[in-house]
């Protein structure tokens, strides 16, 4: 949409490991949850992942509980998403947000003020 801007996404084989950026040049991400959420073909989009604005709390799917981890660089104010043991049906596309401060609203996406594009995540068999 134009303030979270996304990059590292692609095809990648099952099992293999991927990870997604999000910069925010123009607004600070230092107050706010950051998220991810994806959408694959013919699906709702689904929340992935959260990560409270004070670093110390986080969240995820159960989908990708234990494989996937969310992390923050405030000196460059950059959101990750490290993808590890993909699977196939991780195939979507990904979508960074921000906007929350309220930590029980990281999983809606309505409450998510600022997005980012969107990055493309095929894993194959």
């Known amino acids: 949409q134009g303030e979270l801007v996304q990059s590292g996404g692609g095809l990648v084989q099952a099992g293999g490991s991927l990870r997604l950026s999000c910069a925010a040049s123009?607004?600070?991400?230092?107050?706010?949850?950051v998220g991810w959420f994806r959408q694959a073909p013919g699906k709702e989009r689904e929340f992935v992942a959260a990560?409270?604005?004070?670093?110390?709390?986080?969240n995820y799917a159960d989908s990708v509980k234990g494989r996937f981890t969310i992390s923050r660089d405030n000196a460059k104010n950059t959101v990750y998403l490290q993808m590890n043991n993909l699977k196939t049906e991780d195939t979507a596309v990904y979508y960074c947000?921000?906007?929350?401060?309220?930590?029980?609203?990281?999983?809606?996406?309505?409450?998510?003020?600022?997005w980012g594009q969107g990055t493309q995540v095929t894993v194959s068999s």
């Open positions: 947000a921000a906007g929350p401060q309220v930590w029980y609203e990281r999983t809606a996406g309505d409450r998510y003020d600022y």
């Open positions: 990560l409270h604005w004070s670093g110390n709390l986080d």
């Open positions: 123009e607004r600070s991400l230092l107050n706010v949850i």
